[in-house]
Structures are given as structure tokens and as C-alpha cells.
């Protein structure tokens, strides 16, 4: 089973940021927080990932808690676009192998 | 951006008969996985492959399923004898490290 937790889904309005919490109580020290989407049926994409530390790249921000418990991903400008489902998934560091995943956030840009 | 391809996008087959799922991953990538989604439902993890072995598989992956790693560039996932519950949206991922790339997908619609 996945070990987060994430609401089934949430609005947000176009050109405002989207904040999506999750949930990952029981992460261990070595489990980095993944966040990927999916867009209709299209094949999953990456958008960010972190272990401690808050990260940014073009797509989101990532702000894990102190205590790793839970993290929040922020779309700082979400567009129609960027309606999708999606997934917060914990992994071990050093491990190439499979994702986890659970049900997502549907996520809905409304104009 | 190199992406993973997957051919073919659509495939209808017989219960029963035989399917090759084909994947291009990306090129310098050393960690190949399958998953697949059935209509409506999570994406679940089948089978990772790395050093031209598996190393890791789901329940899912039982004697039915194998993968294949035939040239050195594709990937390929064998159905023998389908299923009508075979249905599902089936994707390819590479990865370097942790960050997956996912492929579009194939459909494979058992009728």
C-alpha cells in the first residue's frame, strides 16, 4: 500500500497558486518525497523531489515539514494545464526500483 | 528532452494470443520499468529490470508476463496467453537515478 496520504481532489483558479498537502507520517530517514502527475491517461511525469530540504525547480516548490511527516507541493502559477492528478510517492534513496502508488489528487484549474 | 517511447500506442488483440509491448528507454538510462493501469484505477507496479536482470517484481508479474532486453536500446514486455482483465493502459519508464521518465503509454484492449 501507499504510505501517504493525499484529499481526492481540490480547485484552484488560474493564475493563482495551488498548494497540495500530503501526508507521509511514517517516512524513514532515507526516503526521499516524489511528486509526479498525470495529465488525462498521458504517461506520468516527474516534477519534483526532496529529502529534507525545500527544493524548487521551473515546474514547483516543494516544502517538506521539519519532522518529514508531510510536505506540500506549490504550482506558484497553475494554468488550465496543469489539471491533473497528482501523486505524492515516498522511496527509499538508494533504491532504482518501484514506485508506489496511490490514489492522487485530482487537481482543477478553473478559469 | 530525450524521452522513452512506446510503440505500439493502441493494441487490440483475442483473448488468449500472445502481445509484445515494445519500449525505446532513454539512452543512457540503466534502470527500465513496467507498470500498467487498468481503466480508472492506480498505477501499479509490475517489474523493474537493471544489469539485463529483474530485480524487482509485483504479484501481478506472474508466469504470463516477461521482459526482455533484446538489442541494447528496446525493452519489451511479453503477455502470453491474454486476458479480458489484461486491459489496461501499459506504460515504460527509465531512470538514471531516482527521477523516472514515463513513456505515453499502449492501450492493450483484450477482446
Known amino acids: 500500500d501507499a504510505k501517504t496520504t493525499q484529499p481526492p481532489s481540490m480547485d484552484c483558479a488560474e493564475g493563482r497558486a495551488a498548494n497540495l498537502p500530503c501526508n507521509h507520517s511514517?517516512?524513514?530517514?532515507?526516503?526521499?518525497v516524489y511528486w509526479y502527475r498525470q495529465i488525462h491517461s498521458q504517461g506520468p511525469q516527474y516534477i519534483i523531489h526532496?529529502?529534507?530540504?525545500?527544493e524548487t525547480n521551473e515546474m514547483a516548490s516543494l516544502i517538506i515539514t521539519e519532522d518529514r511527516k508531510s510536505s506540500t507541493l506549490i504550482l506558484p502559477h497553475a494554468t488550465l494545464r496543469d489539471t491533473a492528478v497528482y501523486y505524492c510517492?515516498?522511496?527509499?534513496?538508494?533504491?532504482?526500483?518501484?514506485?508506489?502508488w496511490g490514489a492522487g489528487t485530482k487537481l482543477i484549474i478553473k478559469p | 528532452e530525450p524521452e522513452v517511447t512506446q510503440t505500439p500506442s493502441h493494441q487490440v488483440t483475442q483473448m488468449g494470443q500472445e502481445v509484445i509491448l515494445r519500449c525505446v528507454p532513454i539512452?543512457?538510462?540503466?534502470?527500465f520499468y513496467w507498470y500498467r493501469q487498468i481503466l480508472g484505477q492506480k498505477v501499479e507496479f509490475l517489474v523493474s529490470?537493471?544489469?539485463?536482470?529483474?530485480?524487482?517484481k509485483s504479484e501481478i508479474f506472474d508466469d504470463q508476463f516477461s521482459v526482455e532486453r533484446p538489442d541494447g536500446s528496446n525493452f519489451t514486455l511479453k503477455i502470453r496467453s491474454t486476458k479480458l482483465e489484461d486491459s489496461a493502459m501499459y506504460f515504460c519508464?527509465?531512470?538514471?537515478?531516482?527521477?523516472?521518465?514515463f513513456g505515453q503509454g499502449t492501450r492493450l484492449t483484450v477482446v
Open positions: 511514517t517516512i524513514s530517514g532515507n526516503e526521499y
Open positions: 519508464a527509465s531512470s538514471l537515478t531516482g527521477k523516472a521518465f
Open positions: 526532496g529529502l529534507k530540504n525545500n
Open positions: 539512452s543512457n538510462h540503466l534502470y
Open positions: 529490470f537493471y544489469n539485463n536482470e529483474i530485480s524487482e
Open positions: 510517492i515516498v522511496r527509499v534513496g538508494d533504491s532504482n526500483y518501484q514506485l508506489i
